[in-house]
């Protein structure tokens, strides 16, 4: 059986800021898209796609990928995705859809915030004059009302744990980690969050209102890492946004998803050539086009692709896997003559895989057998054996030798 390795990216924000927009330029899925709030209630949820350098160039090889796509030199991954209902101030406590919208986010790996860096859209996400609603609002906004949320399930029963832990020297970590394992929170998160606040985890009663409300807000910024999107780059009120957003903690990317939603949908047609991420875009079938659709076209190529070098959606997605989940590719292989599968596939799979994954524990992730009578790995740039605790790195070629076979 192969182990679960996939890592859920959450895309959250107020209501009407383009959350359904980049959803769906990025899985291609249709999904209602409209200028007013709470156009989504449910969440969608689909695949999308971290983009990387096909190897196969490197090796000189025709690949026949099976798990992901190449196209002309570009590895496309599979990573899921997750759009939801807009978020409004005060929805911790119910307000607009209330927290079922946070409850849908329990399991995100990490978040994308798409703000409407234009300022075109109140609080609430409804239409305001462009620039009249200040976006760094919105960042403030919803690390509190994520923060809240979080603290709403751990105060619930907050009193008991930390009177048990220390009545009973029971591990505050191991109790927390039981009690939060639903959102997604893991001991290390929960160790981090100790010791950034410097709180001491043998005395949690001694911890005030306050320091529980500090520990759960690191508690979300290490187990919810977040990216800025700042989303309609397009409209000319978002340019003094962006460099404003660009001040805060974090990192910016600049985008307009309505730009990459024109882009895909007319390359999925074939009428124009362009893969997601590229920085330009070739019409192939102008006969097709009209002279309305024409210009639509040049609008992104000149608003967007060539202020911004892309429509950053896939640099937003590749940022959140590569970066903030510090995850890297690699191919794995059976034959390592031909760099294919046991069926002649020429580098049929890629996996996205923690960064520090040794090659011992990548045998585990693609089977348990191969995983248990490990002997050793061979790596294809330059054939070299590599031992159990040799550290995977980005774009490997890798093939196991097992004891086992694979069932
Ligand atoms: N100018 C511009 N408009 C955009 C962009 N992305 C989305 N929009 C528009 O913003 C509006 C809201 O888009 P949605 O994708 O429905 O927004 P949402 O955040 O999912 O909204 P809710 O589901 O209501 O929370 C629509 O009119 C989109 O066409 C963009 O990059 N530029
Ligand atoms: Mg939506």
Known sequence: ??????????????????????????????????????????????????????????????????????????????????????????????????????????????????????????????????????????????????????????????????????????????????????????????????????????????????????????LRIVSKPMLIVANKMDLPSAKVNIERLRKLNYVVIPCSAEAELVLRRAAEKQLIDYKPGDGSFRIVQQEKLSAGQIKALETVREKVLLENGSTGVQDAINWVYFKLLSMISVYPVEDMEHLADHNGRVLPDVYLIPHGTTAHQFAYLIHTDLGEGFIYAVDARGRKRIGEDAVLKDRDVISIVSAKKRA
């Open 1 to 218: 059986m192969q182990k679960s390795y996939s890592r859920l990216l959450g895309i959250i924000g107020k209501p009407n800021t383009g959350k359904s927009t980049l959803f769906s330029a990025s899985t291609l899925a249709p999904v209602d898209i409209a200028n007013y709030p709470f156009t989504t209630i449910k969440p969608n949820r689909g695949v999308g796609y971290v983009r990387t350098p096909c190897v196969h160039e490197e090796f000189q090889v025709k690949d026949n990928p099976k798990n992901s796509l190449c196209m002309q030199g570009v590895r496309l991954i599979p990573v899921e995705l997750i759009d939801v209902a807009g978020i409004v101030p005060g929805a911790w406590e119910g307000r607009g859809l209330g927290n079922q919208f946070l409850d849908e986010i329990r399991r995100a790996d990490a978040l994308v915030h798409v703000v409407d860096a234009s300022g075109g859209t109140d609080y609430e996400g409804r239409l305001c004059k462009p620039g009249e609603h200040d976006p760094l609002e919105d960042v403030k906004f919803l690390e509190h009302e994520i923060t809240m949320w979080m603290a709403f399930i751990i105060k619930k029963d907050w009193a008991k744990l930390s009177r048990t832990a220390e009545a009973e020297s029971k591990d505050l970590y191991a109790m927390l980690e039981d009690r939060l394992s639903g959102l997604g929170i893991k001991r290390g998160h929960i160790f981090e969050a100790t010791k950034k606040t410097a709180l001491n985890p043998d005395k949690p009663t001694n911890w005030s209102e306050e320091d529980l409300l500090r520990f759960v807000n690191e």
